[in-house]
């Protein structure tokens, strides 16, 4: 057989080794996070299993949070935000004018936290 194709076909199972090995990794790293599948209807059941909570928290969040300010929070769980956005809005449009502070991952607990807490009033 000539070398030529002996180094073809040498070279094609390399990749399809390297393929094999990147989509194990890929699925060992990642897979954790697509492990949870969650239908419409599963979705609407929580909500409203929890619809007293959500709808006091809105009321709550609404009563802290100034007319000239939007507060984004996502949470990761119950002791980390996984983002915290604080924004001015413009007094005529309602429109976003800037972030004034912007973070990720924060411990409920920080002074950071809390120091943005206060600045909103």
Do not use: C
């Not at 990749?15 to 996070?33: C, E, H, N, S």
């Not at 979705?43 to 969040?61: G, M, P, Q, S, T």
């Not at 000239?68 to 924004?87: A, C, M, P, Q």
Request: hydrophobic share 45%.
């Amino acid at each position: 057989m000539p070398k030529f194709i002996k180094w073809i076909g040498s070279s094609w199972l390399i990749v399809a080794i390297l393929y094999v090995i990147f989509k194990v990794m890929v699925a060992l790293v990642l897979g954790p996070t697509w492990t949870q599948h969650y239908t419409e209807k599963d979705l609407i059941a929580n909500y409203e299993n929890r619809k007293n909570a959500i709808l006091a928290v809105k009321d709550y969040f609404a009563t802290i949070v100034p007319p000239h300010k939007r507060v984004e929070i996502e949470f990761t769980d119950s002791h980390t935000l996984g983002r915290l956005e604080v924004s001015s809005l413009d007094s005529a449009t309602g429109a976003t004018i800037y972030p004034i502070f912007q973070q990720w991952d924060l411990s409920t607990t920080s002074s950071q936290v809390d120091s943005i807490l206060a600045a909103l009033h």
